[in-house]
């Protein structure tokens, strides 16, 4: 396989990642959870493959994260990306199985969580995704808290996303992020994203209108010794929008449909994801497609603006 191995970490490199490495030129990490459980074949296969045209075309190199047979992939030949659109059976990994599945020889796709890891061992510092996991709705019963908040307050990465998924109590994910110390600076916008919606109807604790302005924000957290990630919250272009109260509709009936099943722990996300897009007939895949295409731009700004 066109890989190169770094013999201090078990890390295996893609080829084109391995030259961009050494050339010191921009990198975005992406996910693969959103490949395998947040969206179905083979639209997953065209958005993971666009996404990564599009940061290519912006300057920079993509970098799609996974656990295959137990090694650390960082970056994907296209065969592997394929393989993995297609596959079942593949682990949902975040930080407590991330080992697990390196350990065990497994296959297993990266959240926001086991993404940041990995893209911070392989010295990355930006990463698109389409929406970060947070405090489920109903979190005060269920205790159901994404690692994802948790990740971003220990490791140091600027994740780009359209906000927290709409499917979750928005102000309790902004407020646990804020008491880990969370910087979260919405894009070009007064207002945290919702997703699928430009709007979620709460305030964003910060906003930034330039890429350059995030890098030097992240600059300054670094040279004050603060540790952990930042959170930058674009919107969905307007023209891809689902307005929030159209999708309220279909996130009620996911939730209650979830309920009635019985879906706990990691099985939750995907299950409500699975039911809005059949629902809508498709429609919130689209949008969710045309959110990481915008959010893996901004991230390659954004990479481009830390090498400056
Ligand atoms: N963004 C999407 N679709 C997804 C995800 C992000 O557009 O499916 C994934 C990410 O991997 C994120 C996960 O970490 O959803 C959240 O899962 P949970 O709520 O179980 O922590």
């Not at 407590?96 to 990355?124: E, K, N, P, Q």
Request: hydrophobic share 45%.
């Amino acid at each position: 396989m066109n890989a190169s191995a770094d013999p201090t970490l078990p890390i295996v490199y893609s080829k084109e990642v391995a030259a961009a490495k050494q050339a010191g030129r921009p990198l975005v990490a992406l996910e693969s959870t959103i490949i395998t459980h947040g969206m179905p074949y083979p639209g997953n296969l065209d958005m993971a493959r666009s996404v990564e045209a599009i940061i290519r075309q912006a300057g920079a190199v993509p970098v799609t994260i996974a656990v295959i047979r137990g090694t650390l992939h960082v970056g994907l030949e296209d065969c592997e990306l394929q393989d993995l659109a297609k596959a079942r059976d593949v682990l949902k990994l975040s930080r407590a199985d991330l080992a697990f599945a390196v350990a065990l020889g497994r296959t297993g796709a990266t959240t926001v969580a086991a993404t940041m890891i990995a893209a911070s061992r392989a010295g990355i510092d930006v990463f698109a995704t389409g929406g970060i996991g947070g405090v489920h709705r109903g979190a005060e019963e269920s205790f159901d808290i994404s690692a994802d908040l948790e990740e971003l307050a220990k490791t140091p990465v600027i994740v780009v996303c359209a906000g927290a998924k709409a499917i979750l109590d928005i102000p309790k994910t902004l407020e646990v992020l804020e008491t880990r110390g969370v910087p979260v600076v919405t894009y070009g916008s007064d207002d945290f994203p919702a997703f699928w919606s430009r709007a979620s109807g709460y305030p964003s604790p910060l906003r930034l209108d330039a890429p350059q302005q995030v890098a030097a924000f992240q600059a300054a957290r670094t040279s004050l010794g603060i540790e952990g990630g930042m959170l930058v919250a674009n919107p969905v272009p307007s023209a891809d929008e689902i307005p929030r109260e159209e999708m309220e509709t279909f996130i009620q009936t996911a939730l209650k449909a979830a309920d009635e099943q019985a879906v706990t722990a990691k099985a939750v996300t995907p299950f409500l994801l699975d039911h809005i897009f059949h629902q809508t007939s498709g429609r919130s895949l689209k949008t969710n497609i045309a959110l990481v295409e915008n959010n893996a731009r901004l991230a390659a700004e954004i990479a481009l603006a830390l090498k400056a």
